[in-house]
Nanobody, 122 residues
Framework: QVQLQESGPGLVKPSQTLSLTCTVS??????????WSWIRQPPGKGQEWMGA???????YYSPSLKSRTSISRDTSRNHFTLQLSSVTPEDTAVYYC??????????????WGQGTQITVSS
């Protein structure tokens, strides 16, 4: 059974770059027909799909975040990462990674990590 675990700094200062890692166990990130996504949920708001990397390594981004977002992977470590540049307090959210067979939304059959709280504050 595949499991996903997010890891990150917890607290980031404004204007810095946020880096998060999603470590996958029980399955390979190169398995065909899956997308590995990042989704966030700000306090009091709905979920926002940020982007994904496919099993082939192709990347997909939300148009609203594309200029600040980069998703990559390390197949030897079976993890994928999110970098979000020039963060502001509006980027404060719980960040999730997920595996799904669709991009946006991940769909009811998706497997999610437990999420990690990221706060942007000086």
């Amino acid at each position: 059974q595949v499991q996903l675990q997010e890891s990150g700094p917890g607290l980031v200062k404004p204007s810095q770059t946020l880096s998060l890692t999603c470590t996958v166990s029980g399955g390979s990130i190169t398995t065909n027909f899956y997308y590995w996504s990042w989704i966030r949920q700000p306090p009091g708001k709905g979920q926002e799909w940020m982007g994904a990397i496919g099993s082939s390594g192709s990347t997909y981004y939300s148009p609203s975040l594309k200029s600040r977002t980069s998703i990559s992977r390390d197949t030897s470590r079976n993890h994928f990462t999110l970098q979000l540049s020039s963060v502001t307090p509006e980027d404060t959210a719980v960040y999730y990674c997920a595996r799904a067979q669709s991009l946006e939304p991940p769909g009811p059959g998706a497997t999610w990590g437990q999420g990690t709280q990221i706060t942007v504050s000086s």
